[in-house]
């Protein structure tokens, strides 16, 4: 049986006194952890997250809500949710397959904060900041804005762009976090991209639901439902990151008539098996989220330590398939280094092909034949349009 228990975790790690604002999002983002000294008065760190924390100064900013922070397992030190956010020396180390771009957007962007690799859809960068930073982030290049290079999204430019390019139907809100904005400020984000005929589809990559699930009021749902079709996807990577606080938020959106979507990086030591798996998953459900990515981690500097071979996820996928719900399984996929697009990986079940047949296994191993339609044989054909032809019910 998996784990599918929602748990409150406040308050944790903070004093009673704490609850009086615990609610608010503005309390969670004013509190916090990020410095060495916030993190000491709260856990036994390591001297290897001692050193990845003061290395993280000028790479990618640490900094964990108390929301999220209360997930940690004070008496784990592989605790999965500590991992996620706590950096650790191996940060410090460039793997040689490892890029500070994995994806190669910089390369695609026609405007600066556009990425534009498919032909119709495109990902609006529209923030740097997050309410918490995840170690293995894709863009950590550019994201929190301690590193060298500055996200500078050209607003105009991108609206422009976007009005003059009618095969773009699909806009994907991203950053970032663009849930850090104001109700006011998305609005009218959103009011903008949808005065542009040709779109059609908006989403938004949000992981402020998980982060600071006090962000998600009904002020803020109500606004989101006048822009429909608007789809979120939220990103969460362990189970015990659904709690209680979590799954009322996701109520409060999905009853919005906000199809919710869930991508999950596959991250060792964290969510790499399973068992885990599962669990997640069957919460997700439970949630009224839908599963929709799980990523093969991306080649960023200073992740080895966080990827697992590519094969764990195969196999877990294989684990998944036919042995729970389908909407709970996610596709596995890879986002080609240095651009190419979410690429699909699947287990093999096609054992053989040969001409007029495939042979395949199903989730338990066994082996079936599934033949090619077969031609319908002339004299069959004569003979029942000659039958067509005669009197009816004799
Ligand atoms: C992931 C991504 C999208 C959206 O891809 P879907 O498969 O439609 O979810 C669009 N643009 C870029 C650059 C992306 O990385």
Redesign the pocket.
């Known amino acids: 049986m998996s784990d599918t228990t929602f748990r409150s975790h406040a308050p944790g790690y903070w004093p009673a006194e704490a609850m009086h604002h615990w609610n608010e999002a503005r309390w969670q983002l004013r509190n916090r952890v990020d410095s060495l000294a916030d993190l000491e008065a709260r856990l036994n760190l390591s001297d290897v997250e001692r050193a990845g924390v003061l290395l993280a100064g000028n790479k990618l900013a640490m900094s964990i809500t108390p929301h999220f922070f209360n997930l940690i397992d004070r008496d784990d030190p592989g605790c999965p949710i500590r991992r996620q956010v706590i950096p650790r020396l191996e940060e410090g180390w460039s793997a040689p397959e490892e890029y500070s771009d994995p ?1 190669g ?1 910089d390369a ?1 962007m026609p405007v600066p904060g556009l ?4 032909p119709d ?3 609006f960068l529209v923030t740097d900041r997050c309410a918490s930073y995840c170690r293995y982030c894709t863009r950590s290049r550019v994201v929190s804005g301690v590193g060298e290079q500055h996200l500078e999204t050209q607003w105009e430019a991108a609206f422009k762009y976007l009005e003059g390019t009618p095969q773009v139907r ?1 806009v ?1 809100l991203s950053g970032g976090d663009p849930l850090v904005f104001s109700d006011e400020r998305l609005d009218r984000i959103l009011t903008r991209l949808r005065a542009i005929p040709h779109i059609e589809f908006l989403r938004i990559g949000s992981r402020i639901p998980i982060f600071m699930p006090q962000r998600i009021t009904p002020g803020l749902c109500a606004m989101l439902k006048k822009h429909h079709p608007l789809f979120l996807s939220i990103h969460t990577n362990h189970p015990r990151e659904l709690t209680s606080e979590v799954r009322d938020a996701l109520g409060l959106l999905a009853d919005a008539g906000i199809p919710l979507g869930n991508q999950t990086v596959l991250l060792r030591g964290v969510n790499d098996s399973v068992a885990v798996q599962k669990s997640l998953l069957h919460k997700l459900l439970m949630c009224r989220v839908r599963p ?2 799980l990523y093969q981690c991306d080649l960023i500097n200073g992740s080895s330590h966080l990827r697992t071979p590519v094969a764990d996820g195969i196999a877990i996928i294989d684990g998944l398939r036919g042995h729970t719900t389908g909407y709970a399984i996610p596709q596995f996929v890879i ?1 080609g280094p240095g651009g190419g ?2 690429i699909p990986l699947n287990p093999q079940y096609i054992i053989d092909t040969t001409p007029g047949k495939v042979t395949l296994r199903n989730y338990e191993g066994a082996v079936f034949e599934y033949p090619d339609p077969s031609p319908m044989p002339p004299a069959v054909r004569h003979r029942l349009l000659a039958q067509s032809h005669q009197p009816q019910g004799v």
């Open positions: 994806c957007e695609h990425v534009h690799r498919y859809r495109v990902l699909d994907l929709y990515y986002d697009g979410k």
